[in-house]
């Protein structure tokens, strides 16, 4: 280590502040490495969240920081990431293969949270994740024609669960892909709450990082049978910023903090109109209210996603903005929504229950 470094080290690291943490890499206990290699410093950064997007613009300015306090000629920063298993409600254990579940809700229909949610879902894959989908709206479920699978069905290599079906990278599961598309699920409460239960611990997860569940509106059966039965990790609720859709937000909110589930953050979907033809924009739901709510509720606002017809004819497409070329703008703006949402979560205590073995105990004979 040349002369001062190890000294002034942890000053430097200290003053570079990471937004989606909302603190320094100090406060925030980022694990950092460092080796003095001829007169440069080989230096390596691992973040709990992915941020490939995010990885140059770091690295640059640790380089910077630590050259104002070293007489080092060069600093060589690597940035990686390593996501954890994070704590989850009650005494639930995580299921198999999955390290977090993130619920996409809403307290009502109509606020496009399935269009958030898979977009979400691309948005970490493209920032390094390994990411899963859920489709968890069994009466109405969208995600199967949003990534441009109608018609594929899961297999079963034996006869008791599912293999997750491949969409755009993301490993995937909905009850719309082992049904018609047209045919109705007229089913009551103990048949759905029983169908998510299966898709969730049936489905053979391979190693995901973070699997989105893309819930259905309001808070009723399933939400329950999410918050009882499920290990989840944290919600993201959804939102227009119209007044009566915020009374709704609040209601699913509050929902999740009655049954100790986390909430991540809140995004305002429709924030903005944007014309196709002048590109003027228009605050046609009213505006701040999902700051508002925010404020109020003590929550981060993850971000603000427009009302561009974009999102609709992509999604109906099977291929989401975040993937499209065209729309980069639009992923952008999803991606800095994923990076804070699992930011967020990368400072919630770990979840270790899955990381030993189960002790039986038996009575020798």
């Known amino acids: 280590m040349l002369a001062g470094t190890e000294k002034n080290l942890e000053p430097a690291l200290a003053a570079v502040v990471v937004p989606y943490l909302g603190t320094d890499l100090v406060s925030a206990k980022v694990p950092v490495e460092i080796q003095e290699r001829n007169q440069h410093l080989e230096v390596s950064v691992t973040l709990g969240f992915p941020a490939a997007g995010y990885a140059d613009q770091l690295a640059e300015e640790i380089a910077t920081s630590i050259q104002h306090v070293t007489q080092v000629t060069k600093v060589d920063v690597k940035i990686h990431s390593k996501v954890a298993s994070h704590s989850v409600q009650g005494t639930l254990s995580p299921v198999p293969g999955v390290k977090n579940i993130i619920a996409v809700a809403s307290g009502k229909g109509g606020v496009g949270k399935s269009t958030v949610a898979v977009n979400l879902a691309l948005a970490l894959q493209a920032e390094g994740g390994r990411v899963g989908m859920l489709d968890a709206d069994i009466y109405g479920p969208s995600q199967p024609r949003m990534l441009g699978v109608s018609g594929a069905r899961p297999r079963s290599r034996d006869g008791k669960s599912f293999e997750p079906i491949e969409a755009h990278g993301l490993q995937m599961i909905s009850i719309g892909s082992l049904v018609d598309e047209e045919t109705p699920t007229v089913w009551r409460g103990p048949m759905v709450t029983q169908a998510l239960t299966q898709l969730i611990f049936r489905t053979r997860w391979r190693d995901i990082d973070y699997l989105i569940v893309d819930m259905p509106p309001g808070t009723g059966d399933i939400q329950l049978t999410l918050s009882q039965r499920v290990p989840v990790s944290g919600v993201i609720i959804v939102t227009t910023p119209q007044d009566i859709a915020l009374l709704d937000a609040q209601k699913g909110l509050e929902m999740f903090r009655k049954v100790n589930v986390e909430v991540l953050g809140i995004v305002e979907n429709m924030s903005t109109f944007v014309c196709p033809d002048c590109g003027h924009v ?45 729309s980069q703008d639009l992923a952008r703006e999803f991606r800095e929504i994923a990076r804070y949402a699992t930011g967020r979560l990368s400072l919630r205590p770990r979840e270790y229950k899955g990381a030993f073995p189960k002790i039986v105990v038996e009575e020798k004979k």
């Open 282 to 326: 228009t605050p046609l739901f009213g505006e701040g209210g999902g700051e508002r709510m925010a404020a109020e509720r003590g929550v981060p606002l993850l971000g603000r996603v427009p009302l561009d017809i974009r999102l609709r004819r992509e999604t109906d497409e099977g291929e989401p903005s975040v993937i499209r070329e065209t």
